[in-house]
């Protein structure tokens, strides 16, 4: 749990010297501690805290940069392999086309 170190005699001081009586300045002193106390109660992040989650974001970020280096290479081949597929169909549809056209351009054109 995080401390903080207030000084209460000069917080009293301080209210004494601007008009308020000591037994305010007192039980303002004692309230201020108090509530101060509660909220270092509920455990608020500290400095290692805080570098300790930034490590852990950087770790997973650079997984993440991985993975996803990882899974765009073997889109790339993906998409290479579908290229290559693509120009041997191209290919044989033009030899189909080619062979259709010669069968009805015979059909027309008898020799």
């Known amino acids: 749990m995080a401390t903080v170190t207030f000084d209460t005699l000069k917080f009293v001081e301080k209210l004494r010297a601007a008009g308020v009586s000591e037994a305010q300045a007192k039980a303002q002193a004692e ?3 108090f509530a101060m106390a509660d909220v270092m109660d509920q455990q608020l992040a500290t400095k290692a805290d ?3 989650l930034e490590r852990e974001t950087k770790t997973d970020i650079a997984g993440l940069d991985r993975s996803v280096k990882a ?12 290229e290559r ?4 169909i191209k290919w044989m549809m033009g030899i189909l086309i080619a ?6 351009l015979k059909s027309y054109f008898p020799g």
């Open 99 to 104: 062979g259709v056209m010669a069968i009805a």
């Open 71 to 82: 899974e765009f290479k073997e889109v790339r081949a993906d998409i290479a392999r579908l």
């Open 85 to 88: 597929d693509l120009f041997l």
């Open 50 to 52: 805080i570098l300790r």
């Open 31 to 33: 309230v201020l501690v």
